[in-house]
């Protein structure tokens, strides 16, 4: 069984860590700033117009020369802008005694006059401070400090939502003839604390001419991600052996005396940085050699950069990367050498071919750099690279007072290698490379014949514009504007050699295709590669049926779950988002524990969830990093995941380590969400209480409803969990409440007579009124609140509601056997049509092919599971979801677990966890439109198999596979109960 996390230290940040002796955290104390990827910053001057010419105007700029605006490839605005045509310019008119906002060569009006902020009286000739703060695209204006209001700059839209303009791009100024002024001070800083600075100009520039317009761009990009290295010697004796200690703020990738070091992206992983710190371990012996060059690359990964769909999310952890490693080297004689990250013998490089390297952005490749320019490395500290930002539900990660470094225990590594499937020439220079495929990782391009200098340009995306009306003019082109916020563009600047190949590392992309431009011929396709990355490294479970589309589903839901385990479970792999949702993880996790051996993978994530549960013990929304929206059916994972995890695995260490924050979150949701008049779980009445997201009745359900619902279950897993840990006074607690509010839940929601749900007093207007919709019946079923004949009824009611024609909130009429549930309800709905003895039904919505249901997406296409049911359809394209569309979300592919628990029937006891005994209990399609279903699952014990097929003649074969060291009931209909032992069957 598993091993115990168990915290090793409690340190402060400057510490010294047991792990690494006297190591020290070492990197550069100089930051990268790479303009163009910049969505966020502050940037001020310090101006004083001419007072001998009486010049009155002069004007600053920022997201000058933007590449995105100067090529109409790579923008939807319509422009193309030449040299010094584009910028934001910030407008000083000291006559009229306005600071005037522009936003020039955006859009096709050209020039636009945003707003005029009035400046009241002021003295021209004096000196001033003009700043932005500017963050994805919407900007608070300050003179002299002074706030003076605020404007969105980004034509897209405003918010995290859109495609983000301006970057910081080029700055500079811009004097009309005649009109002198001079800047005193050109400052960026990062937008969110502690503001550290990105560039600064403290030299006294004189500016304009008396004669001309004057108008000056200059790029203010520096540096490029630190490099770190350290060379040393071994004694002239045999080594025994030799390991690796490391981690990093931020991503690192080491080498050793050229070789990489481990095989992983990403390392050392995500976590909530601040309470846990992951590190590797890597046996080296075999890579030393009696001189010695251990190097490493540092890129932003989760600490800082571009993170969540906020912009003020930069830099979350940190703004400095940094580094910290042992190496100890063992003799066979006993002697030891030993090397550890020390700012004396370690030198850092600031000038590398890595020029940018962001996990959202995309990273920039110079491989004209020959060689680096190294200098003594700095001792990288906290103090003074920490944000201060949070409170509430987002941890202060400032706050390191429970610091433990751990090792990790997950990791991320490439799956697969996908070749591009065909490329087209969509514009004239513009390639679209399709992968075929759906993913999440990085591309591997070889390319033979590049110019020195030659700057080739990737784009990533998930879907084509399609060949409809709307965008006509867009047709075949990436569709960026789901990808949001984030930038995911690599660029390669070639060195000129007859092949280079290019392999980024340190970011991460979610895509099918891969737009190449700045090459004069396509690349063969042989040549573009995707490398599928992932922390799943091998799926556990296999199912092939006699239905194609069925098929296809399954391997959407493997590509989803890949794409989105990758160092936590995200909701998607590809926009400005990619965070762990508790609610997908939730309702995903009975599939994911199927699908994958994912033990370690979600013990580490709990340990993420507990470390920003709130004090009071809310859990958090999103884990790591915290924050977000959703309430208690996304909290809800902190009980429902270790508890699949128990099931599945027979994992009583996640419980055991899991069980106090579990109960603390009990008591938070018995103390916070209850209404004292009503008696009802209301959670907060706030619009973040999420229900069933994006089921299309949604707006028809009682919200209140499903929370009750879910605490129940959450009770339920607490009693239980309670007894397998001793405890029996709160066993008792758990059950007395269990049954208190399954009372309440009958009483309030079901009205007893037709087993109809109805309203309860959460809204008065509707109080006693029938919901009555498929997504108000699941949970009642699922967890087990109504038994006996009540049970009865109120399945009924739930096929009647499947089977007949039902109205999304948004008017639009579907037709019967139409899957009308969101992501909390369709996890379960197959399982409880089953569990009552409807797998007819269950088949029915299963193999349903219009929309909405599971298969209508593969009918489109579908290479993976969509955040929506339709996110893309052929005849409405992306029916106006152009920016909340991801097409990469497994949340509606939580049907994986009935296939392979009910349509193979493998099925864990949950009297036995671990499958130490099992049940088989696979249901033949009652309707007869799926004629054979097979498959395993692999299990501690084995592999455990089984396959049905229908025969012309109404019967049915069935075969399993049973191995050693398990048992399992058979159940078949119309059959008493088998016991099995470890053999091949066949009946
Ligand atoms: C995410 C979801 C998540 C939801 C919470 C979305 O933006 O992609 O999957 O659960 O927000 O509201």
């Known amino acids: 069984m598993k091993r115990m996390l168990v915290p090793l230290m409690t340190l402060l940040p400057c510490f010294c860590l047991a792990q690494f002796d006297d190591a020290k955290w070492i990197g550069s104390e100089q930051t990268v700033l790479y303009a163009d990827y910049l969505p966020q910053f502050k940037i001020c001057w310090t101006v004083q117009l001419d007072k001998a010419s009486r010049s009155d105007r002069m004007a600053l700029l920022f997201g000058g020369n933007d590449p995105r605006l100067m090529d109409r490839n790579m923008n939807i605005l319509g422009v193309e802008n030449g040299v010094d045509e584009s910028y934001i310019k910030l407008e000083l008119d000291a006559a009229s005694s306005h600071l005037n906002i522009w936003r020039i060569g955006y859009t096709v009006e050209g020039r636009e006059l945003l707003k005029s902020f009035e400046l009241g009286a002021f003295d021209a000739y004096e000196c001033h401070t003009i ?382 295709y891969i737009e190449i431009t700045g090459i004069d011929e396509p690349l063969p396709t042989v040549d573009v590669e995707g490398l599928v990355v992932s922390s799943v490294d091998r799926f556990t479970a296999e199912f092939e049926c006699s239905n194609p589309k069925v098929n296809r589903l399954w391997q959407n839901i493997q590509w989803s779950m890949l794409s989105n385990f990758i160092s936590m479970p995200t909701d998607c792999p590809q926009r400005n988002e990619r965070m762990g949702w508790s609610g997908d993880i939730s309702v995903f996790s009975r599939t994911a524990v199927n699908m994958a051996d994912v033990d370690e993978f979600l013990n580490q994530h709990m340990q993420a969830i507990r470390d920003v549960q709130t004090e009071d013990g809310r859990f958090p929304d999103i884990a790591p990093i915290g924050g977000g929206f959703g309430g208690m059916l996304w909290g809800s994972a902190g009980i429902t995941v270790p508890w699949e995890c128990w099931l599945q695995y027979g994992d009583l260490d996640i419980l055991a380590h899991h069980y106090e924050a579990m109960a603390r979150y009990i008591d938070y949701i018995d103390s916070h969400y209850f209404e004292a008049s009503t008696g009802l779980l209301v959670q907060l009445r706030q619009w973040g209480d999420l229900g069933d997201w994006l089921g299309l009745e949604d707006g028809k359900n009682d919200k209140t409803l499903l929370f009750e619902a879910y605490y129940i279950y959450d009770l339920d897993i607490m009693r239980q969990t309670a007894l397998l840990l001793n405890k029996e006074a709160d066993a008792e607690r758990y059950q007395r409440r269990l049954d208190e509010r399954k009372q309440f839940f009958i009483e309030h929601y079901i009205d007893p007579k037709t087993g109809r749900t109805v309203f309860s007093a959460f809204d008065p207007k509707r109080q006693g009124q029938p919901i009555d919709i498929q997504g108000s019946y699941v949970l009642p079923l699922a967890f087990n609140i109504v038994e006996g004949e009540l049970r009865e009824i109120v399945l009924e009611r739930l096929v009647a509601c499947i089977e007949r024609e039902n109205t999304t909130d948004g008017g639009v009429n579907c037709p019967p056997y139409s899957l009308m549930t969101g992501f909390i309800t369709t996890a379960w709905i197959s399982r409880v049509l089953s569990d009552g003895g409807r797998s007819d039904v269950a088949y029915r919505l299963l193999q349903q092919e219009d929309y909405p249901s599971w298969l209508y997406p593969v009918t489109q296409g579908a290479t993976t599971i969509w955040e929506r049911l339709n996110s893309y359809t052929h005849t409405a394209g992306f029916g106006g979801n152009n920016s909340m569309n991801s097409f990469n979300h497994y949340s509606f592919g939580a049907v994986g677990q009935w296939l392979i628990n009910r349509c193979l029937g493998i099925e864990r006891d949950e009297e036995q966890p671990g499958f130490s005994h099992f049940i088989l209990r696979p249901e033949v399609d009652p309707t007869g439109q799926m004629t054979f279903a097979r498959g395993h699952l692999d299990t501690r014990h084995g592999r455990i198999e089984s396959s049905w097929q229908t025969n012309a003649d109404g019967t049915v074969n069935y075969t399993f596979n049973i191995p050693e060291g398990t048992s399992a009931t058979l159940l078949l209909p119309r059959k008493t109960p088998m016991e099995l032992k470890a053999g091949k069957y066949s009946y």
């Open 131 to 512: 700043e932005a703060q500017c963050c994805l695209g919407s900007a608070d204006i300050l003179f002299d400090g002074q706030k003076l209001g605020d404007v969105v700059l980004n034509p897209m839209g405003r918010g995290g939502d859109y495609i983000a303009f301006p970057q910081l791009s080029q700055i500079g100024y811009a004097m009309e003839a005649g009109k002198l002024a001079i800047i005193h001070n050109v400052e960026v800083r990062n937008y969110r604390s502690p503001y550290g600075f990105l560039y600064a100009d403290k030299n006294m520039q004189k500016i304009g001419d008396k004669k001309k317009e004057v108008l000056r761009l200059t790029d203010p990009s520096r540096g490029a991600m630190p490099e770190l290295q350290c060379k040393f010697a071994l004694k002239q004796k045999p080594v025994k052996e030799a390991t690796l200690t490391a981690t990093a703020r931020g991503i690192y990738q080491a080498t050793l005396n050229g070789k990489q070091v481990g095989s992983e992206y990403y390392a050392p992983g995500i976590s909530q940085y601040n309470k846990t710190h992951f590190y590797q371990q890597y046996d080296v012996t075999t890579m030393l050699q009696s001189d010695n060059r251990l190097r490493v690359r540092l890129g932003e990964g989760w600490w800082a950069g571009a993170l969540t769909f906020g912009g003020g999310n930069w830099n979350y952890f940190g703004d400095q990367l940094a580094f910290i490693a042992r190496l100890v080297v063992r003799y066979e004689d006993g002697d030891s050498t030993v090397v550890t990250t020390q700012p004396e013998t370690w030198e850092v490089s600031n000038y590398s071919k890595v020029t940018y390297a962001s996990m959202f952005q995309g990273e920039v490749f110079d491989n004209t750099v020959e060689a680096n320019v190294w200098r003594k490395a700095c001792e990288a500290k906290l103090e003074g690279h920490l944000p201060t930002e949070g409170g509430g539900t987002t941890p202060q990660v400032c706050d390191y007072s429970n610091f433990r470094l751990l090792p990790a225990s997950t990791s991320v590594g490439l799956h697969t290698v996908l070749k591009a499937q065909q490329v087209n020439e969509v514009r004239p220079g513009v390639f679209v490379y399709d992968m075929g495929q759906n993913m999440a990782g990085v591309p591997r391009i070889t390319m033979r014949g590049l110019r020195k200098g030659q700057t080739v340009t990737f784009r990533f995306a998930e879907v084509l514009y399609p060949n409809l009306p709307e965008y006509a003019d867009k047709k075949g082109m990436l569709m960026l504007e789901n990808i949001r916020a984030a930038m995911a563009q690599d660029i390669y600047i070639a060195g000129g050699d007859a092949c280079e190949v290019f392999a980024p590392d340190m970011t991460l992309h979610g895509f099918r």
